[in-house]
């Protein structure tokens, strides 16, 4: 509509003028009407200077408006009032327009913000680069996960790991991968899935992160658990029929009359009657092994209240006092800050830490400066920990792996569970056990609530 207005007032004007001229021209050729003439020369000259400014002005508007959408500047105004009722509709049209590009803009502002804050918000972490490694988008999810505070590119992640680096750069769209990370004795599983975008003429990969440890330790120790059930149950099924029959045999022998006659009878009698109880004794032996490995299963509840570190390190160190000056070693427990304090069932942690400390006892032995220093203290995500340290020989490199595995020792006569059940009762706790080791000196287990 604004466009048609302007064309008739050009062609209005043009009239007009084209009017002036022929009127001009006649009083020229027909009359000696001079004075009128220059009047009308005056006139179409005037008539020639408002359509030069009337199309000026339409153009530095066009300009305006034109140049506004070229550099996203919606804040330009086209006022009303100068050039007529036409211009007034041009200009109006034009302001019009770029109203409509500018509630475009903040709509599209605003839902870039929205999906900013999903993006954020989300548990998993999400990491977009491009193939050189820099950085487009990530979240605090994926900061929390690989601990920086930012991130600009992913070769900024080496010190975490060089594998880590190699894995994102080198996934492709609908790969996936498994990358372990260890900090600070925590361990970390991360699960990498990745696909494939192209935004402005470049390709980026989009990787999500999740930390499936705790899942991985769920599922595993699920399964040991399963197993135990099976097997203890089997066992408990074929074993306890042969202690009391072999209970009730070895009862009916004691009973039984010396025989009177050779000599080969009485002592054949008597190995009868030991190997009777020989099969007793094992049996009831068996018995009693396989229920300590049904303990496995049978972990209470956690009664979960706050607790001062502080007073759970002193009641272990008064516990084990005496185990400890006999061995000649040294205990050293501390809490940073003083006032610290967990959510946990006291009963089952201060079962952990002794369980904890006689390991630390047992690595010691035969040492003349053996040392032990159980520690409660705030990580760097201000979470609370209890650290077990001794300055035993250490872990082997391919043993760490396997130490909270069921049924795994290296000790002689050791039963293997008891790290298993550390681990278990941390689960319940929501929180984890790990352990860093250097040979020949140190070995800490972190507990992390």
């Given at each position: 509509m604004a466009s048609k207005n302007f064309r008739a007032l050009c062609l209005l004007r043009l009239l007009l003028l084209c009017l002036t001229l022929c009127g001009l021209f006649l009083l020229l050729l027909n009359t000696n009407f001079y004075a009128t003439a220059v009047l009308l020369l005056a006139l179409a000259a005037w008539q020639?200077?408002?359509?030069?400014?009337?199309?000026?002005?339409?153009?530095?508007?066009?300009?305006?408006?034109?140049?506004?959408?070229?550099?996203?500047?919606?804040?330009?105004?086209?006022?009303?009032?100068?050039?007529?009722?036409?211009?007034?509709?041009?200009?109006?049209?034009?302001?019009?327009?770029?109203?409509?590009?500018?509630?475009?803009?903040?709509?599209?502002?605003?839902?870039?913000?929205?999906?900013?804050?999903?993006?954020?918000?989300?548990?998993?972490?999400?990491?977009?680069?491009?193939?050189?490694?820099?950085?487009?988008?990530?979240?605090?999810?994926?900061?929390?996960?690989?601990?920086?505070?930012?991130?600009?590119?992913?070769?900024?992640?080496?010190?975490?790991?060089?594998?880590?680096?190699?894995?994102?750069?080198?996934?492709?769209?609908?790969?996936?991968?498994?990358?372990?990370?260890?900090?600070?004795?925590?361990?970390?599983?991360?699960?990498?899935?990745?696909?494939?975008?192209?935004?402005?003429?470049?390709?980026?990969?989009?990787?999500?992160?999740?930390?499936?440890?705790?899942?991985?330790?769920?599922?595993?120790?699920?399964?040991?658990?399963?197993?135990?059930?099976?097997?203890?149950?089997?066992?408990?099924?074929?074993?306890?029929?042969?202690?009391?029959?072999?209970?009730?045999?070895?009862?009916?022998?004691?009973?039984?009359?010396?025989?009177?006659?050779?000599?080969?009878?009485?002592?054949?009698?008597?190995?009868?009657?030991?190997?009777?109880?020989?099969?007793?004794?094992?049996?009831?032996?068996?018995?009693?092994?396989?229920?300590?490995?049904?303990?496995?299963?049978?972990?209470?509840?956690?009664?979960?209240?706050i607790v001062p570190a502080a007073e759970l390190l002193a009641r272990v160190q008064s516990l084990m006092g005496r185990r400890l000056a006999d061995g000649g070693i040294e205990l050293a427990c501390s809490s940073d800050p003083e006032g610290l304090e967990l959510t946990a069932d006291p009963a089952l942690i201060e079962q952990v830490l002794i369980n904890l400390v006689l390991n630390a006892i047992q690595a010691l032995e035969g040492r003349e400066d053996g040392r032990i220093e159980v520690a409660a203290r705030l990580d760097a995500s201000s979470r609370p920990v209890l650290r077990v340290c001794d300055n035993g020989p250490g872990i082997l490199e391919e043993v760490k792996p396997k130490v909270f595995i069921p049924f795994f020792t290296t000790k002689p006569g050791g039963s293997g569970i008891g790290l298993n059940l550390a681990r278990q009762i941390m689960r319940l706790h929501r929180g984890s056990i790990s352990v860093q080791s250097r040979p020949d000196e140190e070995t800490c287990f972190t507990l992390r609530f």
């Open positions: 020639t200077y408002a359509l030069f400014l009337y199309l000026d002005q339409a153009n530095r508007n066009l300009a305006r408006f034109l140049e506004a959408i070229r550099h996203a500047d919606f804040s330009q105004s086209f006022s009303l009032g100068a050039g007529g009722s036409g211009m007034d509709e041009l200009r109006s049209s034009f302001s019009e327009v770029l109203e409509a590009f500018s509630r475009a803009r903040a709509e599209k502002e605003e839902q870039y913000r929205y999906l900013q804050t999903v993006v954020q918000h989300v548990g998993v972490g999400l990491l977009c680069f491009r193939a050189d490694g820099a950085v487009e988008l990530v979240n605090n999810a994926a900061l929390r996960l690989l601990k920086v505070g930012n991130l600009n590119n992913i070769k900024a992640l080496e010190p975490l790991g060089g594998r880590l680096v190699d894995s994102l750069l080198g996934l492709k769209a609908g790969a996936k991968a498994l990358v372990r990370l260890e900090d600070e004795g925590e361990t970390r599983c991360l699960s990498l899935s990745a696909t494939e975008l192209r935004m402005r003429g470049k390709v980026y990969t989009l990787v999500s992160l999740q930390n499936i440890q705790a899942e991985l330790e769920e599922k595993e120790m699920e399964a040991w658990q399963n197993l135990v059930r099976v097997l203890t149950h089997e066992i408990m099924n074929s074993i306890t029929p042969i202690s009391s029959l072999a209970g009730t045999a070895n009862g009916l022998l004691e009973r039984w009359p010396a025989p009177e006659g050779p000599e080969e009878a009485a002592e054949t009698l008597a190995d009868v009657r030991e190997a009777v109880a020989t099969i007793q004794k094992r049996s009831q032996g068996l018995l009693h092994f396989v229920d300590t490995y049904r303990e496995m299963t049978r972990i209470p509840k956690p009664s979960f209240r």
